[in-house]
């Protein structure tokens, strides 16, 4: 069974780790923090981190809307316009897999049926901006889908803005791009845990 430790932020199966997406975007560089003074980056982990859980509550319908902090309010604005105007139903939220192929794990934000009959991985962001890694990323977490059965054909990064507005951002390029590139980030952050 795949579990999850919120506070080292690791993922085991059966007591053996198992490497996480986000873990391996990390270790390659591919999503980094670094360069942000570390006060800043602490807060906007955290905001990102509550605003990310409004919007989990709010999609399953377990909000108490009286408890979000009134900085937190323009991210839920925008993640409730966003599932209006884009969702007709929510298939999953914070949905943990393992792949047995490749041998990794993830958490997807939220697995949605579009208002297009479109079945599509979400990934919700509260950054200032889009960073091409999070193509990757959801190409790490349709794979997972993929192998679960759900078999979604789309990928989308919504970026929940602080004036209450989002921004869509569909991948750039195909899944098979955009995977193959996870799949040579796995292999190297594999070799890093093994070598360095």
């Known amino acids: 069974m795949l ?9 085991t199966e059966d007591g053996r780790k198992v490497p996480g997406v986000t ?4 270790v390659v560089g ?3 923090f670094s360069h942000i003074p570390e006060n800043r980056r602490e807060a906007a982990l955290n905001r990102g981190s509550v605003a ?16 979000v902090h009134p900085k937190i309010i323009p991210y839920l604005e925008a993640y409730k316009k966003f599932k209006a105007e884009n969702v007709k139903e929510i298939l999953g939220v914070e949905r943990r897999l393992v792949s047995w192929k490749f ?3 993830g958490t997807d934000d939220q697995l949605i049926l579009t208002l297009k009959d479109k079945i599509a991985v979400i990934d919700l962001k509260s950054s ?10 959801l190409a790490a977490y349709m794979n997972l889908e993929k192998e679960a059965g759900t078999k979604p054909t789309e990928r989308i990064t919504v970026l929940l ?3 209450g507005s989002y921004k869509i951002f569909p991948p750039k390029n195909s899944f098979a791009h955009d995977f193959n590139v996870f799949i040579a980030t796995l292999s190297i952050a594999n070799w890093r845990e093994r070598n360095v």
């Open 30 to 32: 591919l999503i980094d």
């Open 52 to 67: 990310h859980k409004a919007a989990e509550l709010y999609a399953v319908g377990k909000l108490d809307e009286s408890t």
């Open 3 to 11: 579990t999850f430790d919120e506070t080292t932020h690791t993922y």
């Open 103 to 105: 041998h990794y794990a």
């Open 161 to 163: 803005n602080d004036d």
């Open 128 to 137: 200032v901006d889009f960073s091409p890694a999070n193509d990757i990323q």
């Open 23 to 26: 873990h391996i975007l990390q």
